[in-house]
């Protein structure tokens, strides 16, 4: 019965993380901030799915799930690197930035 609270909660943390995510990709006025929503969904809304059918694997069917581990590395180590590419390709192209997007003084020209 407590599991099935925790996998509840687990699930609406991760989907609201989610649509956060979603909603900042579509209302960030430039591509610079636009990539920070779906890589924060990506990493803590999966990271809190994955965790709750962890939880829910091992209680229904007695034995750990690896999968979900698996999935969890394997996005942990993509979504930063795919970030850092977008952004790469960005800078390479000189994309249009706002104005008060943080951090352009750092980029060199």
Do not use: Q
């Not at 979603?22 to 591509?31: E, H, Q, R, T």
């Not at 990493?43 to 709750?52: H, K, N, R, S, Y």
């Not at 390479?92 to 104005?99: D, I, P, S």
Request: glycine residues 10%.
């Amino acid at each position: 019965m407590i599991y099935e609270w925790i996998i509840s909660i687990l699930l609406l943390i991760g989907g609201s993380l989610i649509l956060i995510g979603s909603v900042g990709l579509v209302k960030m006025p430039d591509f610079f901030m636009r990539l920070h929503g779906p890589t924060k969904a990506t990493t803590l809304g999966m990271a809190c799915i994955l965790i709750a059918g962890m939880v829910y694997f091992s209680v229904t069917h007695g034995d750990f799930s690896f999968k979900e581990i698996l999935i969890s590395v394997f996005l942990l180590i993509t979504a930063p690197i795919s970030g850092y590419m977008l952004i790469k390709s960005a800078i390479h192209h000189n994309l249009k930035a706002e104005a008060r997007t943080k951090g352009l003084n750092n980029i060199e020209k």
